[in-house]
């Protein structure tokens, strides 16, 4: 009889604890030698596949939550069984010589969103928009007070330098030509940009947690409802890995930055200069503030049409694990200390 495989992936692009779990070796050592499964690692883009038949029923994702929930809407059955919110530079950008130098400054101007026209589900247009609504928001000013400018995105695969310097590079090239007035790209750490540009907002600013929410600042770790039904044990024993993965960055975050850094393909200046207290922005829970975030971004992407069908947020979730995942956790710190 074929042994089920349980298909693990994280996100690419943006810092997840599995990154850590994994580069540390947790979750090979506590799978290495279990007799009824198979795991598969693998660190994947965004995939639009929307069936899982028998062979690929069991699956866990770490990545930012909209993709989920643009697959939750669509009837995927699975649950989050843990949320992770992670601070981060995010700013909207001109040309200095545009003179544009406040949120306000932008009403009537182009903005560029980059976006994938192939794609059911675009994650970059649903973070370019949030980005951009909660820059105009802190001048009064709405989405509707500009003029979005959709511009062919370059594909993730072939970007060169990583993927945050080839969105930036991307950026300054449609302002250069004129193109847009506004870009919404990170800048890079290097500092030889910046004479050249008007920071105009940096959404880290933003006091409210729901402001500074979008995709890449929110991620969830997912599972599927058969594997949740049918092996709550194994999930409880990732977590309780995950859990342990980011105990371990508290300690140790130079050494974190430096295997995120890594697993992105960025240089750890980079990954420093974006993503603020990474060791706390990768570690799971599921407290109010995380979860009314989730809830204010799936009603974001329901008002933007990037989701067209609601459905319960509270059902979605599934609160269990991570608290059996800590106590399994506790109780294996407690028996190291004995033995």
């Known amino acids: 009889m074929t042994r089920p495989v349980i298909h693990y992936t994280r996100c690419p692009s943006v810092p997840t604890v599995t990154a850590l779990a994994h580069a540390r070796g947790l979750l090979e050592d506590e799978f290495r030698d279990e007799p009824d499964v198979d795991f598969e690692y693998k660190s994947v883009g965004f995939s639009p596949k929307l069936k899982y038949d028998g062979a690929d029923r069991f699956w866990l994702r770490n990545a930012g939550h909209a993709p989920a929930v643009w697959k939750r809407s669509l009837g995927v059955e699975c649950k ?7 601070d981060g530079r995010y700013p909207v950008l ?37 980005i951009y609504q909660t820059a105009l928001k802190s001048d ?19 970007a ?32 030889g940009f910046y004479p050249q540009l008007n920071v105009v ?32 044990d194994l999930v409880a024993r990732v977590v309780a890995r995950l859990i342990e ?6 300690t140790a975050p130079i050494d974190a930055v430096r295997i995120l850094a890594s ?26 503030d995380y979860v009314a975030s989730l809830a204010a971004q799936k009603t974001f992407l329901l008002r933007h049409r990037l989701i067209e069908h609601d459905f319960d947020l ?22 190291a200390v004995k033995s």
């Open 263 to 288: 697993d992105l393909k960025q240089a750890p200046e980079t990954i420093a200069s974006v993503y603020e207290n990474i060791p706390q922005g990768v570690r799971l829970d599921l407290n109010e």
């Open 245 to 250: 993965a980011s105990e371990w960055a508290a």
């Open 94 to 130: 001109t040309l200095h010589r545009s003179g544009l130098d406040r949120p306000a400054s932008l009403k009537g101007r182009r903005v560029a969103v980059f976006h994938n026209p192939d794609s059911p589900f675009d994650l970059m247009v649903a973070q370019q928009l949030k």
């Open 201 to 232: 907002y940096d959404t880290r600013l933003a006091s409210d947690r729901v402001d500074r929410v979008h995709p890449s600042v929110l991620r969830g770790l997912v599972v599927s409802t058969p594997l949740l039904e049918e092996r709550r």
């Open 314 to 335: 509270e059902s979605w979730i599934d609160r269990s694990i991570l608290v059996d995942a800590t106590a399994l956790h506790r109780q294996r710190q407690t028996d």
């Open 160 to 191: 060169k330098g990583g993927f945050l310097l080839s969105l930036f590079h991307k950026g300054i090239e449609a302002l250069e030509a004129g193109d847009v007035d506004a870009v919404a790209a990170s800048i890079p750490p290097d500092g």
């Open 140 to 158: 009064g000013l709405s989405l509707d007070d500009v003029e979005l400018v959709y511009l062919p995105r370059f594909h993730p695969g072939a």
């Open 80 to 86: 989050v069984v843990g949320l992770a919110f992670l």
